[in-house]
Nanobody, 122 residues
Framework: QVQLVESGGGLVQPGGSLRLSCAAS????????MGWYRQAPGKQRELVVV???????KYADSVKGRFTISRDNAKNTVYLQMNSLKPEDTAIYYC????????????????WGQGTQVTVSS
């Protein structure tokens, strides 16, 4: 069983910063990718950023230059540093990971965190 646990959301004023964390735990054989998605009210869930093991990273155009993803592979943890936040960044942020579980190491599974609310408002 694999779980993703997120933390770090909250309320921040426009121009402010927040840092989200997501830790994967359980019977993990290998983490292939970790990233963040978000879903604003009335909108579809969208990619924010994904980090592929091996070095490739893809950011949504709307967050380039403002958001930075980082990973601690030893802890199976991913971070999202969000700077220069805008009201349009308000959403529930979901951690995502593509993982090979120890019980089925040849199969890839997609896991989601429970979501953390980020609200940007004055």
């Amino acid at each position: 069983q694999v779980q993703l646990v997120e933390s770090g959301g909250g309320l921040v004023q426009p121009g402010g910063s927040l840092r989200l964390s997501c830790a994967a735990s359980g019977s993990i054989f290998r983490v292939n990718a970790m990233g963040w998605y978000r879903q604003a009210p009335g909108k579809q869930r969208e990619l924010v950023v994904v980090s592929i093991s091996g070095g490739s990273t893809k950011y949504a155009d709307s967050v380039k230059g403002r958001f930075t993803i980082s990973r601690d592979n030893a802890k199976n943890t991913v971070y999202l540093q969000m700077n220069s936040l805008k009201p349009e960044d308000t959403a529930i942020y979901y951690c995502n990971a593509v993982i090979q579980a120890s019980s089925t190491p040849t199969a890839l599974f997609n896991y989601w965190g429970q979501g953390t609310q980020v609200t940007v408002s004055s």
